[in-house]
């Protein structure tokens, strides 16, 4: 596609359920990010891909928070056990390379509610 | 954890005037990149400014980075309606090997009236 593709684009999960963000990137882009924004906030860096290897996850919460992308493209996020807290705007992004002046671009972010 | 802040938190002005946010950050950097986020959408990005310039131009956005004092300034001129959106600054870590985990600011919403 064009852009970044999320899916659910909304989500209202029960505390307790688990669930599982979808994100396809902009083909062949190499980096693969996620990131959480609270209301209000700015995005805070969760995980990050290279390809199929993730190189970078010191900032998921706690380990009740998985992502993958098993052959470098799509990547899902997967929150075990949801909690009130995990209330927020889960946004994906990719980057044609690695290496910090190459623009990211954004996906439009799965709003997640837990009641 | 917030890389630094953006000053105000909030901006309301008319069309047609000019709108200034100020961002700082904590660390030294390689470059410093601001985006733009409309209501429900996702980033987009607008300018990536490099530790040796001072100031860089894109259509009506003019940025500056004064790296001695660790702060960053973005100015729309001509503001429009549509500039009405939350703007981050943000900047990725120095390290190489780093790729672009980029940190947020705490961004400013600007409202631009008619």
């Known amino acids: 596609g064009a852009g970044v593709s999320q899916s659910p684009r909304y989500k209202v999960a029960k505390r307790g359920q688990d669930v599982a963000l979808r994100c396809d990137p902009i083909?062949?882009?190499?980096?693969l990010f996620w990131y959480q924004q609270a209301l209000g906030q700015g995005p805070e860096f969760l995980t990050y891909?290279?390809?199929?290897?993730?190189?970078?996850k010191s900032g998921l919460p706690s380990d009740r928070f998985f992502a993958e992308r098993p052959e470098g493209s799509v990547s899902t996020l997967k929150i075990q056990r949801t909690q009130q807290e995990d209330s927020a705007v889960y946004l994906c992004?990719?980057?044609?390379?690695?290496?910090?002046?190459?623009?990211?671009?954004f996906g439009e972010g799965s709003w997640l509610t837990v009641v | 954890s917030q890389q630094g802040e953006e000053d105000p938190q909030a901006l309301s002005i008319q069309e047609g005037e000019n709108a200034t946010m100020n961002c700082s950050y904590k660390?030294?950097?390689?470059?410093l990149q601001w985006y733009r986020q409309n209501s429900g959408r996702g980033l987009v990005h607008l300018i990536l400014?490099?530790?040796?310039?001072r100031e860089k131009h894109s259509g009506r956005l003019r940025v500056t980075l004064d790296t001695s004092k660790k702060s960053s300034s973005l100015l729309i001129t001509a503001s429009r309606a549509a500039d009405t959106a939350s703007y981050f600054c943000?900047?990725?870590?120095?390290?190489?090997?780093?790729?672009?985990?980029?940190?947020f600011g705490t961004g400013t919403q600007l409202k631009v009236e008619l």
């Open positions: 992004a990719s980057s044609p390379r690695s290496g910090s002046g190459n623009t990211i671009y």
């Open positions: 943000a900047t990725p870590p120095i390290l190489t090997g780093g790729g672009n985990k980029l940190t």
């Open positions: 891909f290279q390809n199929e290897a993730q190189l970078d």
């Open positions: 400014i490099r530790s040796n310039e």
């Open positions: 660390t030294s950097i390689n470059n």
């Open positions: 083909s062949g882009h190499v980096s």
